[in-house]
Nanobody, 124 residues
């Protein structure tokens, strides 16, 4: 069994900062891409930022220059540092991980997992 557990959400005023963390645990051989998505009320889930195993990053246009994604492969964690937060950043943020795991009979395979989500609210 593989689990992703997020932490760090909350209520912050506009212009403030928050740091989200996600820890992957279980029968993990290695991490491929890890990232963050968000879903605001009435909207579809959208990509926020991703970080591949080679270190390449991808950010949604509206968060470029304000959010920074980082990871610790040894600890199977990914973080999202969010600064200069705006009310439109309000959403449930989900951790996403593309992992190489030990499958049936110990055969490695790739699989995608999601965290349970953490609420980020930006409001005065």
């Amino acid at each position: 069994q593989v689990q992703l557990v997020e932490s760090g959400g909350g209520l912050v005023q506009p212009g403030g900062s928050l740091r989200l963390s996600c820890v992957a645990s279980g029968s993990i051989v290695s991490t491929n891409a890890m990232g963050w998505y968000r879903q605001a009320p009435g909207k579809q889930r959208e990509l926020v930022a991703t970080l591949a195993s080679d270190g390449s990053t991808n950010y949604e246009d509206s968060v470029k220059g304000r959010f920074t994604i980082s990871r610790d492969n040894a600890l199977n964690t990914v973080q999202l540092q969010m600064s200069s937060l705006k009310p439109e950043d309000t959403a449930v943020y989900y951790c996403n991980a593309n992992l190489r795991i030990l499958g049936t009979w110990g055969i490695p395979r790739d699989a995608v997992y999601w965290g349970q989500g953490t609420q980020v609210t930006v409001s005065s």
